[in-house]
């Protein structure tokens, strides 16, 4: 199973993103959407699971949760956006990973079982940072493997 993460987007959805999620079995986008479109327009490629990041604001964004868990074949990943806020532990509450975004900086890390994955920020470039999405791969035994991809030709 291919799960394609994505994070904010902040308004912006390139089309080297969406090339780069196409083939995802779901689509998890980890917060500051910035628009509903884009949300929309994801969901044209696989299902979407969105949490609610802390730029997203106006009725279309009161309805996305601040946090979810997302079964990806047998592996669970919690999502939120900014992981200072995370209040649980996630191997003690039998998660696989957890998936945030908020810094804009891609991070892949394991940690007491758990891998912890960052697509980094995937709409206007900010400072140095590449602009990128991530691509999860679940095994059938529930093994993850973690990728980013940068957007080549992202201005």
Request: glycine share 12%; aromatic share 4%; hydrophobic share 45%.
């Amino acid at each position: 199973m291919t799960v394609g993460v994505i994070s904010d987007t902040h308004g912006l959805l390139r089309s080297e993103a969406v090339e780069a999620l196409r083939g995802s079995d779901v689509i998890v986008h980890a917060g500051d959407v910035g628009d509903r479109r884009i949300l929309e327009r994801l969901s044209e490629l696989a299902p979407v699971r969105a949490v609610r990041g802390n730029t997203d604001r106006g009725s279309w964004a009161a309805r996305l949760p601040g946090t979810d868990v997302v079964s990806a074949g047998p592996a669970h990943l919690f999502v939120l956006h900014d992981i200072d806020t995370l209040d649980l532990d996630p191997g003690a509450a039998g998660m696989d990973a957890v998936i945030f975004g908020h810094s804009h900086r891609p991070e892949i890390r394991r940690s007491d079982g758990v891998l912890y994955f960052n697509p980094g920020a995937a709409g206007h470039r900010r400072f140095e940072l590449p602009v990128t999405v991530g691509r999860l791969t679940v095994s059938e035994a529930g093994a993850l493997e973690a990728e980013i991809v940068e957007l080549a030709g992202a201005a």
